[in-house]
């Protein structure tokens, strides 16, 4: 099994910035391909950032890229999204999640193994 848990939620005005972080335990943390995941009230999961195993490639949402930085560091088994010029829009929980059979298919939330318990983040415009 695999624990996630995430930290750094809170309530931003818009346009400002925060960093979500995620500790991993229970598995080789650098056998997975990591994401964030988000869900708004009322609304389905929706990808936001994921990075591959050995941190070589990333990817975004459109509706993220250029204001978020998704990063992992194998040594620590931590996940990190920094999240800047933040939206009224970008209101959600966000999960940490961690993919170990598939590789490929990032922007699929069904794809991920894990899931930790989620982070509320809310922006008040």
């Known amino acids: 099994q695999v624990l996630l848990v995430e930290s750094g939620g809170g309530l931003v005005q818009a346009g400002g910035s925060l960093r979500l972080s995620c500790a991993a335990s229970g598995r080789t943390f650098s056998s997975a391909a990591m994401g964030w995941i988000r869900q708004a009230l009322g609304k389905d999961f929706e990808f936001v950032a994921a990075i591959s195993r050995s941190c070589t490639s990333t990817y975004y949402a459109d509706s993220v890229k250029g204001r978020f930085t998704i990063s992992r560091d194998n040594a620590k088994n931590t996940e990190t999204l920094q999240m800047n010029s933040l939206k009224p829009e970008d209101t959600a929980v966000y999960y940490c999640?961690?993919?170990?059979?598939?590789?490929?298919?990032?922007?699929?939330?069904?794809?991920?193994?894990?899931w930790g318990q989620g982070t509320q983040v809310t922006v008040s415009s």
């Open positions: 999640a961690a993919m170990f059979s598939s590789y490929g298919g990032y922007s699929r939330p069904e794809r991920y193994d894990y």
